[in-house]
């Protein structure tokens, strides 16, 4: 029963700082053994993995992203965000949000739930 939803604008201007939100209902984010991620695809292109918050907390980013990104949660709502800072035309995607139980969710292929995604366009 684990579903996730995104929230966030979905227009952004370059050199600012896309966030977005992941709403998680039919399982608490810090149940033991959770990984919570954000996976992107941009328009053409395949999927790619953003980073992932664990269960309790720790994070860990892809390396090509590492320096812009960062995940924090949000317990007592059951959600977890992702800002990306200054973010340019190539940041255009659609994101998801994502879960993984039973693994570390350091790859789109570990996500078990997945949000509908939702498409942010970095434009001015």
């Known amino acids: 029963q684990v579903q996730l939803r995104e929230s966030g604008p979905g227009l952004v201007k370059p050199s600012q700082t896309l966030t977005l939100t992941c709403t998680v209902s039919?399982?608490?984010?810090?149940?033991?053994?959770?990984?919570w991620s954000w996976i992107r695809q941009p328009p053409g292109k395949g999927l790619e993995w953003i980073g992932v918050?664990?269960?309790?907390?720790?994070?860990a980013y892809n390396t090509s992203l590492v320096s812009r990104t960062s995940i924090s949660r949000d317990p007592s709502n059951n959600q977890f965000s992702l800002q990306l800072s200054s973010v340019t035309p190539e940041d255009t995607a659609v994101y998801y949000c994502?879960?993984?139980?039973?693994?570390?969710?350091?790859?789109?292929?570990?996500?078990?739930?997945w949000g509908k995604g939702t498409l942010v366009t970095v434009s001015s």
């Open positions: 039919g399982g608490s984010i810090t149940t033991n053994h959770y990984a």
């Open positions: 918050i664990a269960y309790d907390g720790t994070t």
């Open positions: 994502a879960g993984a139980y039973g693994s570390r969710g350091r790859d789109y292929y570990d996500a078990d739930y």
